[in-house]
Every structure is written in structure tokens, then in C-alpha cells.
């Protein structure tokens, strides 16, 4: 999840835990350790475009790293408020624990949430674990969250402070509950949809997820024979059925000498194998391979797919010399393209199919 989400999830959590040992301060504290985790992007520098992609949401994310990091921080938490001012009471070791604990257990399990993939077991294994029922930036759930540390800042009273941040942590939980039925519901359609349309899939090579910034309107990406289909339904489309898109993986397109790259295969263990080739529209020399996963951008009605705007995509080139070692160069849309098909996608969330 984005940064805001973190640290306001954070901030909630640790007032919740701590807040009769610290009152506001536990806010602090949880916007701190909320981001911790995520500052792991502090050693890029160091790092190269391989090691950055494996390194991100990988150590810092694992179950182990949790139990490490509170086990960490405890003590020097407990110690900074040992002697509080009374009437306040101190803040045990315990105590740190357990909130630090639920402070990078919370972190870690909302990026579960999202397509992206998180290393739960890292380094044993980078397998990245994605449940796919929330998009990375989502108001409906970062907002409840807000709004009761807010509260909690400014209310006088100790016990109202307290209700209004767990209420707000029990708005956004309930969010979460609800993205889970939207998700089951559309994943239900989607199978409906492409029985109907004789779409053979790979067992357990198809994703149901949110799209940007909503759980109403959701996607579909199945692997098929022939490459992979993308769907869509909305909660408020007046009927259940489905339009796929057919995405050929155009695998032949890519060198073999790019295919047995270090780079390559960085991005078919980060992609979990959902990515398909086209050529640059930028660059004849270039093959460009997107990970299929991300909701793309349409620029408008009847485009196909290599003309669509992807979040996650990397320039390989189409003719490598001979020995030459095949860099990882990730392509970076303009801006002015990311912007393109946001009005589509708002009508596409309405119900209007016209939209794309």
C-alpha cells in the first residue's frame, strides 16, 4: 500500500496498544515503525535494477523481520518511557512488543492485500504472496484511518480519543471484509463468463483484483493457450456478462540471449509469469515485455493492448550483440499518459461497457 496508508495504519495501531501507557505520543511512534518497513528503498543506491526489484518487500517484509524488529525496538522503547511524568504509567517491554509486533504485522499484511507480492519467507524463498482484494492506493480504506488518529489528536477527552481511533480502524477493517465479498463475487463471474466464451485457462494461472482506487470495478487475467485474456465487471454493470481481451504472450519475439538473462529472469520471477511481449513504440530496436498483472491504462475505446499504458514494463533489446550482458531498464510511462483513460475508467466503473 502507499506511504499515507502505511503510516496512518501504523499510527492507529499503536494508539490502540498504547494509548494509556502514552496517549498521543503513541501516534507518533506508530506513524514511525508504520513506515519502517518500507524504508528498505533507503539502500537502492547501493543496489542495482535486479537487486532492487528482489530487495524490495523482501527482508524487511518477512515473518521473521517482524519478530526480529519488535524484539529490536522493544527495549529501547521501554526504556525512553520508563519514567513517564505521572499520572502516566510506564511502558513496559511487553508492551512495546506486542504493539511493535501488530505495528509490522499490519504493514506487512496490507501489502498482502495488493497484486503486487510480498516475500513473506525471504531469503528462503522470494515467492511474492498476493491476495490481490485491494489496489495499492485506496481512499475508501486509507480514509476511516485518517480521520480517527485526526480525532484522536484533537479530542479532549482520553476514552474519546481511544473510541474514535478504533473506530476508524473498524471502518477500514470492515472495508477489507467487503473487498473479500466483492473479490469472491467477481471471481465467480468472471469463471461464469469464460466458460461461456470457451476459455481453456491453466489451473491456478488466473487473477481476480481491484482496479485503481476502488473495489466496485475489478479485473481479470487469465492464461490461456493462446497467450492470456483481460475482463472486467463492475458491481454496477446491469448484467453479468464479460468482453475478454486476447493478449498473445509473443514470446518468440524475445533473443534467446535475452531470455537466459540474469534481467529476464528477474522479471519472469517478479511478473509470477503473467507478462507478455510487444515492440516499443518508441524504439524499433527494442522489445518491450509488461507484467500483465497491474490494471493498464487505456487511451480510449478499440486499442489493443501494445498501446496501452503499463505501471510495470522493461526495455530488452530486440537484436543483444553477441556476449553482451542484457541490463534490466525498466520503462517509465510519461505523465501524460498515465493520465489517459481515467474518465474511461470512471465510466467503466458506472457500468458503461462503451467506456472500453
Known sequence: MDSVTQAALGAAVAHGCWHRQLGRRALGWGLLFGTLPDLDILVFPWLDPVQRLLFHRGESHALWAMIVGAALFAPLLARI???????????????????????????????????????????????????????????????????????ALV?????????????????????????????ARAAMVFAQARVSAGHEVAPGRV??????????????????????????????????????????????????????????????????????????????????????RFSEMRPGPGTSANEWTWPFSWDFPAAPEPGAEIPLRQSIAALDARGAGFDDVWRRLKGDRSAW
Open 207 to 292: 487473477i481476480t483484483s481491484a482496479t485503481a482506487l476502488n473495489t466496485v470495478l475489478w479485473r481479470h487475467l487469465a492464461e490461456t493457450e493462446d497467450g492470456f485474456v483481460v475482463g472486467h465487471w463492475s458491481w454496477l454493470d446491469r448484467d453479468n456478462s464479460v468482453r475478454f481481451d486476447l493478449i498473445p504472450r509473443n514470446a518468440a519475439a524475445i533473443p534467446a540471449a535475452v531470455r537466459s538473462s540474469r534481467a529476464f529472469a528477474t522479471v519472469e520471477w517478479f511478473s509470477q509469469g503473467f507478462w507478455a511481449a510487444f515492440p516499443s513504440p518508441d524504439d524499433p530496436a527494442v522489445i518491450r515485455v509488461v507484467d500483465l
Open 81 to 151: 518511557h520508563l519514567n513517564p511524568t505521572p499520572p502516566r504509567v510506564s511502558l513496559t517491554r511487553r508492551d512495546a512488543f506486542v504493539g511493535l509486533w501488530l505495528i509490522f504485522a499490519s504493514h506487512v499484511l496490507i501489502d498482502v492485500f495488493t497484486v503486487y507480492g510480498t516475500q513473506l519467507l525471504a531469503p528462503f524463498s522470494r515467492h511474492g504472496f498476493g491476495l490481490n482484494n485491494l489496489f495499492i492506493i485506496d481512499p475508501l480504506y486509507t480514509a476511516p484511518l485518517v480521520f480517527g488518529i485526526l480525532l
Open 155 to 183: 479530542l479532549r477527552s482520553p476514552r474519546a480519543r481511544h473510541l474514535a481511533n478504533v473506530a476508524g480502524l473498524a471502518l477500514s477493517t470492515l472495508y477489507v471484509a467487503w473487498s473479500f465479498v466483492a473479490q
